[in-house]
């Protein structure tokens, strides 16, 4: 017990932010920056890519559904390399760990959120889309004003849990040196060499915290949107949601059918 | 700088060398995947049966376990189990796991520990979408409750839970790859090795996307036909 304790008292600046002042970013900090910014980068590509999946023009369908195939069917570390060696050759000169690691978060959160906001969409009952045409929008009014909206409060609840996934993804970054919280704890075991269970079982219980926690945290947004959708469910304007039987929520997707390496 | 006309993927096939490496990785890719989806598959049985005991530490415990397993990354996980866990054992076992490919054995460990937490949430999922009258049906008919969970209830929740459970066998499949950062030779580890022996990135990253991509696939499709080979017809 008391090695944990002298071993945090020792670290807790490298787990923290890495060797931030005198180096890079670093730890639990560069983790979650990683993240957030690949989650929130994700996202703006993640509608289009779920809309040109579900257009009725093949050109648009096709490459859309291999590219989610493609990502969806390789590991994640075999996307990291691809884009270790394709970067710096296709914009010529150097990218750093974070850079690399950012852009491999982008894409494959992309395609996975893509999917996410798909059965949001799917799950809309079509009345809403064929009402909001025949008033007179044309398709991207329709999806813009209509139901884009609807689907995107709908799977907030997948998207949260996606940035717990993202969170997870990043320790891959540890295989490319990015300096985030893995790496900062093979940094000291390396340096301590003699007490390689008290950093890695430091390093799963600070991610078991903060990821325990946002996973509660998102939960209760979960069970706020729920309720509100109930609400909405018994509003006499939506009869396919009361047509729904009871107990199931129309279009509630299921939570996320993706799992973190 | 990339061009495509210096692809070449025959000067890495042929090479017997690099091909040695090659099949090396996917023996090895395959045997970690298959060993760990076969522990990582009975011992969700074995969580599932403790979660359904009325008795409430136990459930405590599944919950406990599953939670562990689902905030911790996976390769964090595996630096646990080999960096850790490997150190704290005796030093005789440790001599001997290191003669028997130690790596392999703890990715192996790790990934069906954590793959265990999965498949257990996905089989209770599919066995609360049951109704509560199948089971009352099933007693009342005469059976046991182990006959009524056999006959009625686990056929009709093993076929609500096979999406997901196919979902996650991918994933698996797919994390075996992790198993590369702790040293275990498998196909990432060896495409790796092929591109710093022979320089050609490309074509090496080409081959084990491929490789990959048809392998998850195939696990995909074959998923699907089970599903539809074990869906009832007229059921719901």
New interface residues.
């Given amino acids: 017990m008391l090695d944990f304790i002298q071993i945090i008292r020792d670290n807790w600046l490298l787990l923290l932010v890495g060797q931030y002042p005198n180096g890079p970013l670093g730890g639990i900090v560069c983790t979650l920056i990683l993240s957030l910014l690949g989650i929130l980068l994700a996202f703006p590509l993640s509608v289009p890519i779920a809309l040109a999946r579900l257009s009725e023009r093949s050109w648009l369908r096709w490459p859309a559904t291999m590219l989610v195939?493609?990502v969806?069917?390789?590991?994640?570390?075999?996307i990291i390399?691809?884009v270790y060696?394709?970067l710096p050759?296709?914009i010529g000169h150097e990218v750093p760990g974070f850079a690399t690691m950012l852009c491999t978060l982008v894409v494959y959160e992309a395609t996975y959120l893509s999917e996410v906001v798909r059965s949001g969409i799917l799950a809309l009952p079509k009345g809403q889309l064929e009402a909001s045409r025949a008033l007179g929008h044309s398709y991207f009014g329709a999806m813009r004003h209509v139901i884009l909206p609807q689907a995107l409060f709908n799977t907030l609840p997948s998207m949260l849990s996606q940035f717990?996934s993202t969170l997870?993804?990043t320790?891959?970054g540890?295989?490319i040196n990015v300096p985030e919280l893995?790496f900062a704890?093979?940094q000291i075991?390396n340096q301590l060499l003699t007490k390689?269970?008290?950093?890695?079982?430091i390093?799963?219980l600070t991610?078991?915290v903060v990821?325990?926690t946002l996973?509660k945290l998102f939960g209760l947004v979960e069970q706020h949107i729920a309720r509100k959708r109930l609400g909405r469910a018994t509003l006499p304007d939506s009869a396919d949601a009361s047509a729904a039987p009871a107990g199931t929520l129309p279009g509630l997707p299921t939570s996320t059918?993706?799992?973190?390496? | 700088?990339?061009s495509m006309n210096d692809f070449n993927l025959i000067a890495i096939l042929t090479n017997a060398e690099y091909s040695a490496l090659l099949v090396k990785g996917i023996t090895l890719t395959l045997i970690v995947a298959i060993c760990s989806w076969m522990l990582a598959m009975s011992l969700a049985l074995v969580l599932l049966t403790f979660r359904l005991t009325p008795m409430r530490w136990a459930q405590r415990l599944v919950a406990g376990y599953v939670?562990?397993h689902?905030?911790?990354?996976?390769?964090?996980?595996l630096?646990?189990w080999y960096?850790?866990?490997?150190?704290?054992l005796p030093d005789a076992l440790q001599v001997w796991l290191s003669s028997h490919n130690a790596e392999a054995i703890f990715s192996i460990i790790a990934l069906g520990l954590c793959q265990a937490a999965?498949f257990s949430e996905d089989l209770r999922s599919g066995l609360r979408a049951i109704p509560s009258g199948q089971s009352e049906a099933a007693r009342a008919l005469g059976h046991s409750y182990l006959g009524s969970m056999r006959h009625v209830i686990m056929p009709q929740a093993m076929r609500n839970a096979m999406?997901?459970l196919i979902?996650?066998s991918?994933?698996l499949f797919?994390?075996?790859?992790?198993a590369?950062?702790i040293g275990v030779a498998e196909l990432?580890h060896a495409?790796?090795e092929i591109e710093s022996q022979s320089f050609r990135?490309?074509e090496s990253?080409f081959i084990?996307?491929i490789l990959?991509?048809a392998l998850?696939?195939i696990i995909?499709a074959a998923g699907a036909w089970l599903t539809k080979r074990l869906s009832i017809k007229g059921a719901r």
């Fill in positions: 195939y493609g969806r069917g390789v590991p994640l570390l075999m390399l691809w060696f394709l050759t296709l717990v997870q993804e320790t891959l540890y295989v893995t704890a093979n075991n390689p269970f008290h950093v890695f079982f390093l799963a991610y078991f990821c325990f996973t059918a993706k799992q973190l390496p | 700088m990339l939670a562990y689902r905030n911790i990354p996976t390769l964090v996980q630096m646990l960096f850790g866990i490997f150190s704290l999965y999406p997901a979902n996650h991918v994933s797919k994390n075996s790859s992790l590369m950062a990432t495409v790796k990135a490309f990253y084990a996307t990959y991509l998850s696939l995909m």
